[in-house]
């Protein structure tokens, strides 16, 4: 098979939020595409797997991170020859390993910079890290290119050191900001309008998606370099030298100075 020619995708964890998404996004893009869900549970089968994987030309992981190795050992026997075998966890160093451990053919680690419902206005980016076999990488871009994505190259280094801020030093900031908060007195009554806004950004990561955000962040082999670095930072605030602080800080607004 070559790359250029994949036909026939399969979506593993495919009721799930983000595994329903992409059914639906590469029917439309006119892909064939079978389904299985949680084949790691005593519930899933060879059977169930082989049917769903056996004929596919890309087989898609959308299950938890922590779940990742369990799977992919699962399909790599049943999977074509040739066939690409990718996933779409948070984190990328991890699981492409251990889907390289699992299976001797193609290997494509991807992460859909988005959750199953994508802003208005939002740009849906697709990290692209390659992990094994010539032109995997430029194929599964293709694929999701196709479904009207927007996939980029990266690396599984260069993707995890960024997510460690974008999620990993996100959600440890906000959680230690809020819970500091909590410790002053009547600081119920103070709540101005610009710690509203940072009450509601918090919410649904808080209330909703905190088992998740605490998975990625334990998964992020950078996690805790990255939490150094801003310390340093905090260091610095200490010191009182805000104005360093502005100035690194306004570099996110370069392009309108």
């Not at 026939?8 to 059914?23: D, E, K, N, P, S």
């Not at 599984?156 to 801020?165: C, G, K, L, N």
């Not at 710690?195 to 990561?205: D, N």
């Not at 605490?214 to 801003?230: K, M, S, W, Y």
């Amino acid at each position: 098979m070559g790359f250029a020619a994949i036909k026939t995708i399969a979506i593993v964890g495919a009721r799930g939020q983000m595994g329903a998404l992409f059914v639906r996004s590469f029917h439309k893009a006119g892909y064939a595409v079978t389904t299985l869900d949680r084949p790691y549970r005593p519930d899933g089968t060879d059977d169930a797997i082989r049917a769903a994987v056996a004929g596919a030309d890309m087989v898609l992981i959308s299950v938890p991170v922590t779940a990742t190795r369990e799977v992919a050992q699962a399909l790599a026997p049943h999977m074509l020859p040739g066939a690409v075998l990718c996933d779409v966890c948070s984190v990328k160093v991890n699981p492409l390993s251990q889907m390289l451990e699992a299976y001797p053919g193609p290997v494509v680690g991807t992460h859909p910079l988005f959750g199953p419902v994508i802003p208005e206005g939002f740009e849906p980016r697709v990290a692209v890290c390659p992990g094994r076999g010539q032109g995997a990488a430029e194929a599964v871009a293709g694929v999701f290119a196709r479904a009207g994505f927007a996939p980029f190259d990266s690396t599984a280094e260069e993707h995890d050191r960024a997510m460690a801020v974008m999620q990993g030093l996100n959600f440890i900031t906000t959680v230690a900001y809020l819970a500091a908060a909590r410790q002053t007195p009547g600081i119920e009554k103070y709540r101005v309008p610009s710690f509203e806004r940072r009450l509601e950004a918090a919410r649904k990561m808080l209330t909703q998606d905190r088992e998740l955000f605490q998975l990625i962040a334990e998964d992020n082999p950078f996690l805790q370099e990255t939490v150094r670095q801003f310390t340093a930072y905090l260091d610095i605030a200490a010191g009182g030298d805000l104005d360093l602080l502005s100035a690194r800080a306004s570099w996110w607004w370069r392009d309108t100075a």
